[in-house]
T-cell receptor
Framework: AQSVTQLDSQVPVFEEAPVELRCNYS??????LFWYVQYPNQGLQLLLK??????LVESINGFEAEFNKSQTSFHLRKPSVHISDTAEYFC???????????FGTGTRLTVIP | DGGITQSPKYLFRKEGQNVTLSCEQN?????MYWYRQDPGQGLRLIYY???????QKGDIAEGYSVSREKKESFPLTVTSAQKNPTAFYLC??????????????FGPGTRLTVT
C-alpha cells in the first residue's frame, strides 16, 4: 500500500505567484513528516520537518507546511515563488516502529519567468 | 565541515561487471541508507544499516550487496545480477537519538550508467 502520495508530478507556476505542493500519507501510528528539495544532479536537502509541537512549520526561504492529522496531509506552500525555487520536491514520512523514511514520488516545480 | 561524500559523481560500466559505490560520513551517525532514484519513481530503499556490522534489506535489495565494517563507511556493490542498474544512487545517514533518528542527511549522489 502506498504510504505517501504526492498527487502532482509536475507543477508549473509563474514567478511571484503562490504555490501549493500536495502530500498525503497513510498511517495508523504516529508520524514524522519531512519535505526535501532536490536540484538537478544533486542530493536531497531538508527543507522543513514536523516532529512534534506546532503543526505549522516554516523554512528559512519562505516555504511552510502544515500537519493536518484529520486530513492526513502535509502540504507545502509558498506565497510568492522565485525562479530559484525550480526543483523537485519530495515529501517523506517516518513512522513509529519503522527504521526508515517512506518517500513520495516527487513533484517537479517549474517557475516560469 | 560535517557531511556525506559519495564518489565518484559519475560512473560508467560495461554490463556484467560488478561496481562499488562509495559513501562516507563524518557526522558520527549510527544509521546509514542506500536509495535508488529513477525518474517518476521517487526514492526506493535498497539497504540500510542501524549499527556497525549489521545491515538490513530494503524494498529492492536484489542484485545489490553492502558492508558496514566502519561507522563512517557504507559501500554499495551493484552486482551483475541487477537487471537494470542504470540509475542515480543516493546515500543517507541519520543519528540514533530518538526523534532525530528520522531526519536523514543525504550525499550528492552517484549517477551510474551501465551499457
Amino acid at each position: 500500500a502506498q504510504s505517501v502520495t504526492q498527487l502532482d508530478s509536475q507543477v508549473p507556476v509563474f514567478e511571484e505567484a503562490p504555490v501549493e505542493l500536495r502530500c498525503n500519507y497513510s498511517s495508523s501510528v504516529s508520524v514524522y513528516l519531512f519535505w526535501y528539495v532536490q536540484y538537478p544532479n544533486q542530493g536531497l536537502q531538508l527543507l522543513l520537518k514536523y516532529l512534534s509541537g506546532s503543526t505549522l512549520v516554516e523554512s528559512i526561504n519562505g516555504f511552510e507546511a502544515e500537519f493536518n492529522k484529520s486530513q492526513t496531509s502535509f502540504h507545502l506552500r509558498k506565497p510568492s515563488v522565485h525562479i530559484s525555487d525550480t526543483a523537485e520536491y519530495f515529501c517523506a514520512v517516518g513512522k513509529t516502529g519503522a527504521n526508515n523514511l517512506f518517500f513520495g514520488t516527487g513533484t517537479r516545480l517549474t517557475v516560469i519567468p | 565541515d560535517g557531511g556525506i561524500t559519495q564518489s565518484p559523481k559519475y560512473l560508467f560500466r560495461k554490463e556484467g561487471q560488478n561496481v562499488t559505490l562509495s559513501c562516507e560520513q563524518n557526522l558520527n551517525h549510527d544509521a546509514m541508507y542506500w536509495y535508488r532514484q529513477d525518474p517518476g519513481q521517487g526514492l526506493r530503499l535498497i539497504y540500510y544499516s542501524q549499527i556497525v556490522n549489521d545491515f538490513q534489506k530494503g524494498d529492492i535489495a536484489e542484485g545489490y550487496s553492502v558492508s558496514r565494517e566502519k561507522k563512517e563507511s557504507f559501500p554499495l556493490t551493484v552486482t551483475s545480477a541487477q537487471k537494470n542498474p542504470t540509475a542515480f544512487y543516493l546515500c543517507a545517514s541519520s543519528s540514533s537519538t530518538s526523534l532525530w533518528s528520522y531526519e536523514q542527511y543525504f550525499g550528492p549522489g552517484t549517477r551510474l550508467t551501465v551499457t
